[in-house]
T-cell receptor, first 113, second 114 residues
Framework: DTGVSQDPRHKITKRGQNVTFRCDPISEHNRLYWYRQTLGQGPEFLTYFQNEAQLEKSRLLSDRFSAERPKGSFSTLEIQRTEQGDSAMYLC???????????FGQGTRLTVV | AQKVTQAQTEISVVEKEDVTLDCVYETRDTTYYLFWYKQPPSGELVFLIRRNSFDEQNEISGRYSWNFQKSTSSFNFTITASQVVDSAVYFCALSNFGNEKLTFGTGTRLTIIP
């Protein structure tokens, strides 16, 4: 296990389509985080899980967005009815606990055309 | 509300020069955590340091050093004897609860010229 893995790395979709991204955290990491990063900006918090429980969601996460982490392992982030404003890099991170280092994946770059 | 300001958008220095990246934060909480991350062209964020609000001791790790000053709400990062591999975007971040809900600054793009 070499780190947090995200799939796909790049996704181009037409406006109005649904997309799903996957994040595989480092084994045994019980915390998993999703962030969104637009060009020239820092990452913005979207949501996080402790095991399978989704503990917090940002206001940025509209009702078109849903995240899951079944069985406390991998996580998926789904965006329904994509809009051009959804174009961004979606970053996933995991940590062993609240106060241990969070490791980030390389992200999924979404382009909505 | 929390806020992190990185006023330096881009910095270029010649290799072996020292460079300081500035970070100013705003929070109403007495307990908080400050972070620095490096984002190379490959995209993943690489953790550099976490400091809690009760520990104002400066820290040095090899060529990296951090200066935390609560009086000015700053958490600056200095790279000594810069190298080309240091070229990246550097982010300062703030949170109330360890790793939860990090608030990032807009980043500083550092270019080291050989």
């Amino acid at each position: 296990d070499t780190g947090v893995s995200q799939d796909p790395r790049h996704k181009i979709t037409k406006r109005g389509q649904n997309v799903t991204f996957r994040c595989d955290p480092i084994s045994e990491h019980n915390r998993l985080y999703w962030y969104r990063q637009t060009l020239g900006q820092g990452p913005e918090f979207l949501t996080y899980f402790q095991n399978e429980a989704q503990l917090e969601k940002s206001r940025l996460l509209s009702d078109r967005f849903s995240a899951e982490r079944p069985k406390g392992s991998f996580s998926t982030l789904e965006i329904q009815r994509t809009e051009q404003g959804d174009s961004a890099m979606y970053l996933c991170a995991s940590s062993l606990g609240e106060y241990t280092e969070a490791f980030f994946g390389q992200g999924t770059r979404l382009t909505v055309v | 509300a929390q806020k992190v300001t990185q006023a330096q958008t881009e910095i270029s220095v010649v290799e072996k020069e020292d460079v300081t990246l500035d970070c100013v934060y705003e929070t109403r909480d007495t307990t908080y955590y400050l972070f620095w991350y490096k984002q190379p062209p490959s995209g993943e964020l690489v953790f550099l340091i976490r400091r809690n609000s009760f520990d104002e001791q400066n820290e040095i790790s090899g060529r990296y050093s951090w200066n935390f000053q609560k009086s000015t709400s700053s958490f600056n990062f200095t790279i000594t004897a810069s190298q080309v591999v240091d070229s990246a975007v550097y982010f300062c971040a703030l949170s109330n609860f360890g790793n939860e809900k990090l608030t990032f600054g807009t980043g500083t793009r550092l270019t080291i010229i050989p």
